[in-house]
């Protein structure tokens, strides 16, 4: 643990500073192409839906949890919104996946998406699926993150051997 104060830690970031070019707000087109999913971790089911924006990289986030007004919820809606004006603000999608992935908390378990068999928490869910669906591979590879596919084909070469073992 560090006693550094935060201004002191900010400071050594080695990224620089956006330009103010690069510090504007990306706008979404009025009409945007995307998908919802719906899954159940550990019981629980919630709705991921991410939208594209006008250059066809991911736009915005949102996660419904929970009843309407309940503190999961509002957290879930929280959550979604800091993602949705990092990414309006052009922070890379790998940094945001990166920041969610191993998060613990309840509900966590087993899912019912074949490419994410078992997620620690649903931060950990929405980072695994967006980077799924939005990343390329070689970046999902560099964070860990592989569809069931993908996995299977890696280890298709060591099937063989496994099966003389037995």
Same mark, same amino acid.
């Given at each position: 643990?560090?006693?550094?104060?935060?201004?002191?830690?900010?400071?050594?970031?080695?990224?620089?500073?956006?330009?103010?070019?690069?510090?504007?707000?990306?706008?979404?087109?009025?009409? #945007?192409? &995307?998908?919802?999913?719906?899954? /159940?971790? !550990?019981?629980?089911?919630? $709705?991921?839906? @991410?939208?594209?924006? =006008?250059?066809?990289?991911?736009?915005?986030?949102?996660? #419904?949890? &929970?009843?309407?007004?309940?503190? /999961?919820? !509002?957290?879930?809606?929280? $959550?979604?919104? @800091?993602?949705?004006? =990092?990414?309006?603000?052009?922070?890379?999608?790998?940094?945001?996946?990166?920041?969610?992935?191993?998060?613990?908390?309840?509900?966590?378990?087993?899912?019912?998406?074949?490419?994410?068999?078992?997620?620690?928490?649903?931060?950990?869910?929405?980072?695994?699926?967006?980077?799924?669906?939005?990343?390329?591979?070689?970046?999902?590879?560099?964070?860990?993150?592989?569809?069931?596919?993908?996995?299977?084909?890696?280890?298709?070469?060591?099937?063989?051997?496994?099966?003389?073992?037995?």
């Amino acid at each position: 643990m560090t006693t550094e104060p935060v201004a002191a830690l900010a400071a050594r970031k080695t990224r620089p500073a956006p330009s103010a070019r690069e510090a504007r707000e990306v706008s979404l087109p009025q009409r #945007r192409a &995307g998908y919802t999913t719906a899954v /159940t971790i !550990g019981g629980e089911q919630f $709705y991921l839906t @991410a939208n594209a924006a =006008a250059d066809g990289t991911l736009g915005e986030v949102f996660i #419904r949890w &929970g009843k309407h007004g309940s503190g /999961t919820a !509002g957290l879930m809606d929280l $959550y979604a919104s @800091a993602l949705s004006m =990092a990414l309006r603000h052009r922070v890379p999608l790998a940094d945001l996946v990166r920041s969610g992935l191993g998060l613990h908390f309840a509900p966590a378990g087993r899912t019912d998406d074949p490419d994410i068999p078992r997620a620690h928490s649903v931060a950990d869910y929405v980072a695994r699926r967006l980077a799924i669906d939005w990343l390329p591979r070689a970046d999902r590879a560099s964070l860990g993150v592989l569809t069931r596919s993908e996995r299977l084909s890696q280890a298709e070469p060591w099937l063989p051997a496994l099966a003389r073992q037995r």
